[in-house]
């Protein structure tokens, strides 16, 4: 059973900064995709970026490339999103996902497994 316990949400200003993390358990991570996704009310879930856990080689949504930037700890089974400059309409509530094997990579049917999610509201 895998686990994913988004933290680090929270309320920051225009132009501010917050740092996300993701702690995984339940599987070997190693062979695998984490993903960030977000959803703000009344829109569907968005993908923000992701990283394969073998390589650490990352790919961003056009929407947030240059400001934000997802990282691994493979000794604390854990991926991070470091979010700078951020603007009001980056609020949204945030998720981690994992996936073994998809080729669907910026989309949330290629995710088999999702945490909770953490707020992120960003004032104008």
């Known amino acids: 059973q895998v686990q994913l316990v988004e933290s680090g949400g929270g309320l920051v200003q225009a132009g501010g900064s917050l740092r996300l993390s993701c702690a995984a358990s339940?599987?070997?991570?190693?062979?695998?995709?984490m993903g960030w996704f977000r959803q703000a009310p009344g829109k569907e879930r968005e993908f923000v970026g992701r990283?394969?856990?073998?390589?650490?080689?990352?790919y961003y949504a056009a929407s947030v490339k240059g400001r934000f930037t997802i990282s691994r700890d493979n000794a604390k089974n854990s991926v991070y999103l470091q979010m700078n400059s951020l603007k009001p309409e980056d609020t949204a509530v945030y998720f981690c996902?994992?996936?073994?094997?998809?080729?669907?990579?910026?989309?949330?049917?290629?995710?088999?497994?999702w945490g909770q999610g953490t707020q992120v509201t960003v004032s104008s």
């Open positions: 990283i394969d856990w073998s390589d650490g080689n990352p």
């Open positions: 996902a994992a996936t073994w094997g998809s080729s669907y990579l910026t989309m949330t049917s290629g995710y088999a497994y």
């Open positions: 339940g599987r070997t991570f190693g062979h695998n995709v």
